[in-house]
Each structure stands twice: as structure tokens, then as C-alpha cells.
């Protein structure tokens, strides 16, 4: 299959800086901001982005964030101010794809790359630095517009204005909200997500562990 969903509104990338917030002080790179021209997208990152805590992000299944402008839209009806592209610390904003409803194990081409979709974003306390609400992750998480991390299947560059085309979608059927809604909230459901193959491994361990509190009820 090859369906185009979209395009690419902007490529976005970011460098540590250390911030404190509700009594922590760490380093985070969720500060991204728009480049132009064509960018690089090789190993595991967008050249020029910087994750600056290497055990919560990056790495093969979360080397690349994406996020739809449509729901940046609906954030900025509910919280009644401009975020625009990059606030949610997205390297790809997209526009006309939804991102929130993706099969996990999807596969995009996206200018020269070919992207996998690996798993939904489970927000952590950075989420609420960066929307300076320390509510906002448990606003994130009820909203269900979780985004996609995405795997670097193919490398190549992107380029603001790409189209986003929709190369391969696996039968199981299982979306990014769907696994946010079984980890939220339906957790007795946490087996479905071992059927799901390409879903990353820490979401897969969090499932064999529920499976276990289940068994033993």
C-alpha cells in the first residue's frame, strides 16, 4: 500500500538545557524549534536534536517524535494560547496525518526516510516544565493524543513541506490510543499488547509484568 496522509509542517530539533521545576533539576532538550532545508535523519536521531536523557528517550524505538498540528490545534482551544510546532518537543509536526491513531508497526516515508511507528508517549514531569503546568502530563495522558515515537527504518533526510506517505500498516489493528487506553485505564487488557510485535520492548515488559500481578490475583 501507499496512501498519502499529509505533509510535514516543520522539522524541529533541540539541545539540553538544564531547567528546575517543582523541585527537580534535570537536563532536557524538549525545547525544539523549527530548522529549514533539508536535515539529515541517520542512526538514531534527527542531525542537529540532542536527547538529553538517553535512559527516557532516544534510542532505536524512540528516535524520532512526531506529533499532528491538528491536535497542537485542539490543545490551543483548551488551554486558550499559541504553542505552535515544536511545543510538545515534536521533531516532525504533521499535518493532515493522524499521528494519535497510527497502528503501531506503520510504516511512513517521509521525504527519503521510511519510518516505523514503535509507541505511543507516555508523558513524564518534563511535559508539564515545558507547558509550565504541573498538571499537564495526567491532562496529556486523559487527552489521548499521545503522538508517535518512530523508529529509523531507512535513512535519508526530510525537509519541511514532505509529503507523509503511509507505506505498510500491520492487520493487528492495535493504535497508539488503544495502547494508551489499556495502560491508562484497562490495564486487565495488558496481554492484547504482547500480540503486538512491533511494539517497543519497555511497553511489552510493562504488559509481561501486569500479566503477572493478573495471574496471581
Known sequence: ??????????????????????????????????????????????????QADRQAHGGPDKAVYSYASEDTEWWESQLGRVLGPGAFGENLTLEGVDVSGAVVGERWEVGSVL?????????CWKLGARMNDPAFPDLFLTARRPGAYLRI????????????????????????????????????????????PELAEPLKAWARRRLSYISRR
Open 153 to 196: 527504518l531507512r535513512e535519508g533526510d526530510v525537509e519541511a513541506g514532505d509529503a507523509v506517505r503511509i507505506m505498510y500498516r500491520p492487520s493487528h489493528g492495535m493504535t497508539l490510543r488503544r495502547v494508551i487506553d489499556i495502560y491508562d485505564s484497562e490495564r486487565e487488557r495488558a496481554p492484547e499488547l504482547l500480540q503486538v
Open 1 to 50: 500500500m501507499s496512501d498519502h496522509a499529509g505533509r510535514v509542517l516543520s522539522v524541529n530539533v533541540g539541545k539540553p538545557r538544564m531547567i528546575e521545576w517543582m523541585g527537580q533539576t534535570a537536563p532536557t532538550s524538549i525545547w525544539k524549534s523549527p530548522v529549514t532545508g533539508r536535515v539529515h535523519v541517520r542512526g538514531v536521531n534527527i542531525v542537529g536534536d540532542v
Open 115 to 123: 519510518f516505523e511507528v514503535a509507541q505511543p508517549r507516555v508523558p
